[in-house]
């Protein structure tokens, strides 16, 4: 079946330093999606990436989307201790599917 | 307008007892997702609903585990014979159609089995 997995799995920075959660995928996915979840709390929808190789950011955040559309990453730039929480990357294989989640990338940021 | 509403919110059951966790989707809404997630682990995909029917049903274990989602009222989620090992949070989410573009989540019902 399809698997997503999400490395790494923890992630220790520095306030001001960059922070990078990757994704892949056992197979090609129609779209991908990525997730915060603060600590105690429930996943929060980012964005959804839907065309191969497509670069979406917000503020401080870059999400990619692979050229074959198997794999993602979240990119960070110059992190806040507001950037606290759980990543998570979301795969869909086909539209109106399940949407299967990776495993997380737990961000800890250090004032 | 109400998000995904969740309740309880926290349930503690004894071994062999049972729990049903409730889901009110946003308005709007005839898509329901159920999700369960251990501590300190990833959100593990259990059963997707629409309106008296259910879609895929994938990750539900084979017994003491069932959901539904009624014309009316919320959707539930059972456990029958809880067991120390559904200790976990159970998160349902909501989308609009069957295309799912974001799906909106409650806040989880956190079941505790003693």
């Known amino acids: 079946g399809q698997q997503v997995m999400q490395i790494p799995q923890y992630q220790h920075v520095q306030e001001g330093e960059d922070f990078t959660t990757y994704c892949n995928s056992s197979?090609?996915?129609?779209?991908i999606q990525w997730y915060k979840q603060r600590p105690g709390g429930h996943p929060v929808f980012l964005i959804q990436?839907?065309?191969?190789?497509e670069v979406k950011k917000q503020k401080r955040l870059t999400f990619q989307f692979g050229e074959a559309k198997k794999n993602s990453s979240l990119h960070i730039t110059a992190t806040q201790t507001t950037d606290v929480g759980t990543y998570f990357c979301?795969?869909?294989?086909?539209?109106?599917?399940?949407?299967?989640f990776g495993q997380g990338t737990e961000l800890s940021v250090k004032p | 307008n109400a998000g995904v509403m969740q309740n309880p919110r926290h349930l503690v059951r004894r071994r062999g007892q049972e729990a049903r966790l409730r889901c009110s989707p946003m308005?709007?809404?005839?898509?329901v997702y159920w999700y369960r997630q251990l501590p300190e682990e990833g959100l593990k995909f259990m059963v997707y609903?629409?309106?008296?029917?259910?879609?895929?049903e994938s990750g539900m274990p084979k017994e003491r585990f069932s959901a539904e989602f009624p014309k009316e009222g919320p959707s539930i989620l059972r456990i029958q014979q809880v067991v120390r090992g559904d200790s976990a949070a159970y998160f349902c989410?909501?989308?609009?159609?069957?295309?799912?573009?974001?799906?909106?989540f409650g806040e989880g019902s956190r079941l505790t089995v003693l």
């Open positions: 989410a909501s989308s609009p159609s069957l295309q799912t573009g974001e799906l909106f």
């Open positions: 197979t090609t996915l129609s779209n």
């Open positions: 990436l839907v065309k191969s190789g």
């Open positions: 979301a795969g869909q294989g086909n539209q109106g599917g399940k949407l299967i």
């Open positions: 308005k709007g809404h005839s898509h």
């Open positions: 609903l629409q309106k008296e029917n259910i879609i895929d």
